[in-house]
């Protein structure tokens, strides 16, 4: 049977990963800052930044209008945009804004360089953005392929480990990179983490010391001024 394409889960809750790009995003961006979230899902994302600096001009934007709904509901202070499946509204993106963030979002894309491209061209002189893809090399996927054909999910266009996604972004598109971060290695199920918490501290802590098996390739792009 195919996979569906679905990109998110549409009862999921706030993890780890949502926390780990908001703190990258305060990091990066001044106050009053202008923060897009291209492919913002059901703003989770945004609704932590909302609550981390109520300064922020927030705006999200989604293909899905169940997300834009979710958004709005989750994050009322974000301007919200829904786009077409595949493309990206570059207006959304005009002189003012300071970081942009595509979380989980650029493997969907068929151009994944020009998108980049076209993304930082927009961005403020110093401006930022801050990008998470998935790692499809991550142990849930590793070993769930021993047991199956394949793992895929059915919209995903491009893959990159920690190592190709660190050459893509620096020695392919020559991109100055501030940070590169993780989130978990995902080990446990939902069940056994609700029975034993504690277990979440582990695999937040792996992920540090490998973060080759990290839920996510995050990395934080500056513009140049």
């Known amino acids: 049977m195919d996979r569906p394409n679905v990109h998110i889960s549409f009862s999921k809750q706030y993890t780890y990963y949502h926390r780990v790009l908001a ?3 305060v990091k990066y961006t001044p106050w009053q800052g202008q923060v897009v ?16 600096d109520p300064s ?29 499946e595949g493309a990206i509204d570059y207006d959304l993106l005009g002189e003012d804004v ?23 061209a927009r961005l403020k002189p110093k401006g930022h953005l801050v990008l998470a893809v998935p790692n499809p090399v991550r142990p849930t996927v590793f070993f769930g392929n021993l047991r199956r054909k394949h793992y895929v999910n059915r919209g995903h266009v ?11 972004l620096e020695g392919i598109l020559g991109l100055e990179v501030v940070e ?15 029975v034993a918490p504690f277990l979440k ?5 792996l992920s540090r010391g490998v973060p080759w098996w990290s839920f996510s390739n995050i990395a934080v792009v500056r513009k140049a001024e």
């Open 37 to 52: 979230d291209l492919g913002c899902g059901f703003g989770h994302l945004l609704a932590l930044l909302a609550e981390a």
């Open 23 to 25: 703190g990258l995003v």
């Open 158 to 168: 491009y893959a990159w480990d920690r190592s190709h996604w660190m050459n893509f």
């Open 180 to 194: 590169y971060a993780s989130d978990e290695v995902k080990l446990f199920s939902g069940r056994v983490l609700r």
């Open 56 to 84: 922020f001009g927030l705006v999200g934007a989604d293909v899905t209008e169940a997300c834009i709904l979710g958004t709005r509901e989750r994050a009322p202070s974000a301007r919200t945009v829904q786009l077409r």
């Open 98 to 120: 300071d970081t942009c963030i595509m979380a989980h979002s650029l493997e969907h894309m068929l151009d994944p360089v020009g998108t980049i491209r076209e993304l930082m």
């Open 201 to 205: 501290k582990l695999e937040i802590a």
